[in-house]
Each structure stands twice: as C-alpha cells, then as structure tokens.
C-alpha cells in the first residue's frame, strides 16, 4: 500500500454494500474529510450527518476505533494505515453512520432544560463573574448536544430510563443558576429512577466530549446538592 494511502472500515447498514475503502491520505485530515472522501470518489450512497464542519452544531457524532468523536474536528491519526469508522453508540442506527437522536433529546427534555424565571425578579439578575455560582455554571455552558458522552455511557447503552450525563449537566448548570425558579423540580428528576444514583462514575462521557466538559463532575455537583436538605430551595 502506497505510504500516503489509508484503508477506511465503515459501518454500513446492508450487508452486501461496500464496508472497506482505501483513501489517499492528505494532511490535515479530518475523519469528516475520510468521509466525503469515500463518498465522492467510491460511494454517494454513504450515510453519515454534518453541517458546522467547526465543532459548533454536534451533527457529526461517530465512532473512531471505538471512540466518539466529532469527525469535523478530529484528526485521522498519522501513525495507522486502518481506521475503523462506526455510528454512535446507545442509539438506533438509521442507516449506515446515521442514528436516531430522539432518544436523547427525549432524557434532555425530562430536566426542563431552559430557564424558568424566577417571579420575584423585579430587576435584571446580575451573576458576578467572581460568584461562586458562575463558577459551577460557566464550565457546564458549552454543550453542544453532540451525543459523544452519551455515546460512551455504558449506562445509557444498557439502560432506556436513565436521563445521560449531558441531559444531567445541563440540570446542573441550571440549578446553579440563581435566576432560575425550577431548581427543586430539576433535582427532583435528577433524582429518580433514572438519574444521578444510576451513574457509575467510570468517567468516560468527560473523557471524550469535545468541548471539553466535566459531565460526571456536574453528576456529582447534582448528587451533593440532593444529599443537603434545603439545596434547592437556596438556589
């Protein structure tokens, strides 16, 4: 095989359709860039989602050698001369690299996931950016409902009812929020049959999200506040 070539193993949905292809390798080169790649040059049939190709829109979610990654933003290690490319893990697959969302989308809406104002606000609520609250809300701000944590949650993969770590984080960044009027209701989800007690802690969904969130540690956040009586009800 030429130095510059790469065989690429893609997850397809039928059985008889091409699965393995060699690609010229290029650099910088982008798993997204393999993929329209095979798909310009041996299969248009292919399927897979993007959109940004800058990491903004989570529309790329797949697999790299076990990992989730976003394709836009994830470089095609030099060292291999095979890579192997599958859908996103814990949903149902489409077609080809192509899964159904819904189900997340399903967990992130049990949190009520947007601000409740709070009734009592009579003017513009100011968080300091020294306050203790912004601290806890600012790292949990940049997701981008990708589906990488989910992806590679063993927990969310064997189990239908629990709400996932990026479902979880924003319940945490939002029960952090003193603007906000639903904080007991979020931690009383969080709390239940499928929330923060069925997390195992195996930190996977903070390994690979690529905006670089703690997920698991707003687990945690959420699980301290449960175990305080009265935490919700200071936020």
């Not at 809406?109 to 020294?130: F, G, M, Q, S």
């Amino acid at each position: 095989m030429p130095a510059n070539a790469l065989t690429v193993v893609v997850h397809r949905s039928d059985p008889e359709a091409q699965h393995s292809f060699r690609v010229t390798r290029t650099e910088p080169m982008m798993v997204l860039d393999l993929l329209l790649a095979i798909q310009r040059e041996h299969d248009a049939a292919i399927g897979f989602k993007y959109s940004c190709r800058v990491a903004m829109c989570g529309t790329c979610t797949v697999r790299l050698d076990g990992r989730s990654v976003l394709a836009c933003q994830t470089p095609v290690p030099p060292e291999r001369d095979t890579v192997r490319i599958d859908p996103a893990a814990g949903l149902p697959v489409v077609r080809d690299l192509v899964v159904d969302t819904a189900p997340f989308w399903r967990e992130w809406a049990k949190v009520t996931p947007y601000l409740v104002p709070r009734d009592d606000l009579t003017e513009p609520a100011v968080i300091a950016p020294d306050a203790e609250e912004r601290q806890l809300i600012d790292p949990g701000l940049d997701c981008i409902g990708c589906g990488a944590c989910f992806s590679s949650c063993a927990v969310a993969a064997g189990s239908r009812d629990f709400l996932g770590p990026a479902a979880l984080n924003r319940a945490m960044v939002l029960v952090a929020d003193s603007r906000d009027a639903a904080g007991a209701q979020r931690l009383a989800a969080a709390g239940g049959a499928g929330g923060v007690d069925r997390c195992h802690y195996v930190y996977g969904c903070s390994a690979v999200c690529p905006k670089g969130l703690d997920p698991a540690g707003a687990i945690r956040q959420l699980r301290a506040w449960r175990l305080r009586p009265g935490s919700a009800d200071d936020r």
